[in-house]
C-alpha cells in the first residue's frame, strides 16, 4: 500500500454501499472521501418528501427485517416494524380486465406462483426460470408482471441459481417515513462531497489517482460501488483496465428494471385499502397500493420490460399515465378528478444509476462471485449486485460496503498518521 496519498480511502459513490463503506471506514480511523456524481446522496435510496408524505422513488421495503442491519436505525428512530407475521394472504388483490378475481382464483394464483418458485429451487443446474415452471397456466403472464417486480425481468431472464441464492425470511416491512431518507440520516457527518462524477481510476503509479471534475486526488485504496451498468457504459475508465473475469461478469450480472409512481388523491379512493396486482387490458401487471399507512396515495409499482420501455419512450409522464390508466381502469373515470399531483422514478434513464436491481442471467449465476472476488488490494468492487445472498437489495449493498473495508484492512490498509 502507498504511504504518500491524500486520502487512505476514496469511496465512488453514495448510495447504500457506499455509505456502509463510509461508515465502516470511519469506524477504521481511515481518512477517507466519499465522491457522490448526482447532487444528493442515498442512489437507488431516494426518500421525496411531497404533500406532507414521505414518498420512496427506490427501496422502501426493509427485506428480511429481523437480519436486516437498517431495522435498528429504523426502530430507533421511532419506526413501528412487525418483526413476526406475513403479510396476509399473496397475492392479495388480483385483477384482471378491470375486474376483481374471485377468492378461488386469487388462491389458485398464489398456488402457482409458490409452486414456480419450488420448482426453480428443486432444479439442478443453473437455467432460466422459464425453463423450470409450468408455462401453460392461466397465471403465466400474471406471473411474468410479478417477476418484474422481484427480480426487475421476466422469468426468460432470471437464473435459477439466483433464486436459490437470495435469501430471506419473508418479513418485507415498509419504513413509514422512508427507507431512503433512514439510510441518507446514517450518512450524517460522514466526508461525501456530492455532484462530484468520477470519470478515472488510475492505480498504475504509487497511490490511486481518482480524476473528478475537482481535479485528480489520490488515494491509497478505492472501493467503487456503482451500479453494474454504470460501470459497463464506460462513464468511468480503469487504467489498467477491470480484469477479464469482471468484465465478462459486467455482461452477465444486469440490471432490470423499476420504477415507483405516486398519485395524490384528495381522499380515500379505495375502501377498505388494498394492495393489488393489476392485469389492464394493454396486458402489462402493475402493483398497486391503495393508502399506505392510511395516506391519501395510490402508489404505483412497474417492473421489468413495462417499466424500462415506459422511461425510455416517455419518462416520468408516462409511468405516470400508465399508472392512472391501469387505476382508472378498475376504479372508473372519476378517478381522474381526484388526483392532485403525481411523482415517479426514472431510474432506467438516470445515467448514474440506469436500471432497478441486479438479476444474473440464465447460466450466469457466479458472474456475481466475480464482482466481488478481490483482484488488486488497492481497488474493490461493492453494491448489490456484488452480495452473494442479499443482491437487488439495500441492506445487501450496505453489507458489501462494510465488507469491502473489512477486505481492505486485512490486506494492510491502516489509518494514516497524519
Ligand atoms: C424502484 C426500486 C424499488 C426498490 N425497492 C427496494 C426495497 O423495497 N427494499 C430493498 O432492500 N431494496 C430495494 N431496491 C433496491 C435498492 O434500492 C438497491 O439495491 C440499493 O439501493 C443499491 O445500492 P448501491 O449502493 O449498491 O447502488 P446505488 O444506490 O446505485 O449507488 C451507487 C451510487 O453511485 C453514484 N455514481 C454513479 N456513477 C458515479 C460516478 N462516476 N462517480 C461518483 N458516483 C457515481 C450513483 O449516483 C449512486 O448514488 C429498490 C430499487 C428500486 C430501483
Given amino acids: 500500500m502507498s504511504k504518500s496519498a491524500e486520502w487512505d480511502l476514496i469511496v465512488v459513490g453514495a448510495g447504500a ?30 426518500t421525496v418528501r411531497e404533500r406532507g408524505i414521505a414518498y420512496d422513488l427506490g427501496c422502501h421495503f426493509l427485506h428480511s427485517a429481523s437480519r ?20 396476509g394472504a399473496f397475492p392479495p388483490a388480483l385483477y384482471r380486465d378491470g375486474v376483481r378475481q374471485d377468492e378461488e382464483t386469487r388462491a389458485a394464483c398464489g398456488r402457482y406462483y409458490a409452486e414456480c418458485y419450488q420448482r426453480s429451487l428443486a432444479v439442478q443446474a443453473d437455467v432460466s426460470v422459464a425453463a423450470a415452471i409450468d408455462g401453460q397456466s392461466p397465471f403465466r403472464d400474471i406471473y411474468t408482471g410479478w417477476c418484474g417486480a422481484i427480480v426487475g425481468v421476466p422469468p426468460e431472464r432470471i437464473s ?22 433512514l439510510i441518507a440520516g446514517l450518512a450524517d457527518g460522514l466526508p461525501i462531497r456530492t455532484g462530484c462524477p468520477v470519470s478515472a481510476i488510475d492505480r498504475t503509479g504509487e497511490t490511486v489517482r481518482v480524476e473528478t471534475p475537482d481535479g485528480t486526488l489520490t488515494a491509497r485504496a478505492v472501493i467503487v460501488t456503482v451500479s453494474p451498468d454504470v460501470l459497463r457504459s464506460g462513464s468511468i475508465r480503469f487504467t489498467p483496465d477491470l480484469p477479464d ?5 459486467l455482461e452477465d450480472v444486469r440490471l432490470g428494471f423499476a420504477e415507483r409512481v405516486a398519485l395524490f388523491t384528495d ?8 394492495i393489488a396486482h393489476i ?6 401487471m402493475i402493483g398497486v397500493n391503495f393508502h399506505e399507512f392510511g395516506q391519501n396515495t395510490i402508489g404505483g409499482y412497474l417492473a421489468g420490460d413495462l417499466a424500462v420501455d415506459l422511461a425510455r419512450d416517455g419518462g416520468r409522464a408516462a409511468l405516470i399515465d400508465y399508472t392512472l390508466d391501469a387505476v382508472v381502469e378498475i376504479l372508473g373515470s372519476g378517478l381522474r378528478g381526484k388526483i392532485l399531483g403525481a411523482i415517479s422514478s426514472c431510474w432506467s434513464t438516470d445515467p448514474n444509476i440506469l436500471g432497478g ?29 456484488c452480495s452473494p445472498d442479499a443482491f437487488s437489495t439495500a441492506h445487501g449493498a450496505y453489507i458489501t460496503g462494510t465488507h469491502a473495508v473489512s477486505r481492505m484492512l486485512q490486506g494492510g490498509l491502516r489509518a494514516s498518521r497524519d
Avoid: C
Avoid at 465502516?24 to 442515498?42: P, S, V
Avoid at 381522499?267 to 388494498?274: N, S
Avoid at 436491481?357 to 449486485?385: I, V
Fill in 160 to 181: 435459477t441459481e439466483d433464486v436459490k441464492a437470495y435469501a430471506e425470511t419473508g418479513e418485507d416491512w415498509p419504513v413509514r417515513d422512508g427507507y431512503g431518507a
Fill in 267 to 274: 381522499g380515500p379512493v379505495m375502501d377498505p385499502p388494498v
Fill in 357 to 385: 436491481y441486479s438479476a444474473a442471467l440464465p447460466g450466469r449465476h457466479a458472474a456475481r462471485a466475480a464482482l466481488r472476488e478481490p483482484f488488486d488490494d488497492r481497488l474493490a468492487l461493492a453494491g448489490e449486485a
Fill in 17 to 46: 454501499a457506499g455509505i456502509g463503506a463510509g461508515l465502516a471506514a470511519r469506524a477504521a480511523g481511515l481518512k477517507t472521501q466519499i465522491l457522490e456524481a448526482a447532487d444528493r446522496i442515498g442512489g437507488r435510496a431516494h
Fill in 279 to 284: 392485469m389492464p387490458r394493454a396486458g402489462h
Fill in 68 to 87: 436486516n442491519p437498517f431495522s435498528l436505525a429504523a426502530l430507533t428512530r421511532g419506526e413501528t416494524i412487525r418483526m413476526h407475521g406475513t403479510q
Fill in 245 to 249: 473475469s469482471v468484465r465478462a461478469a
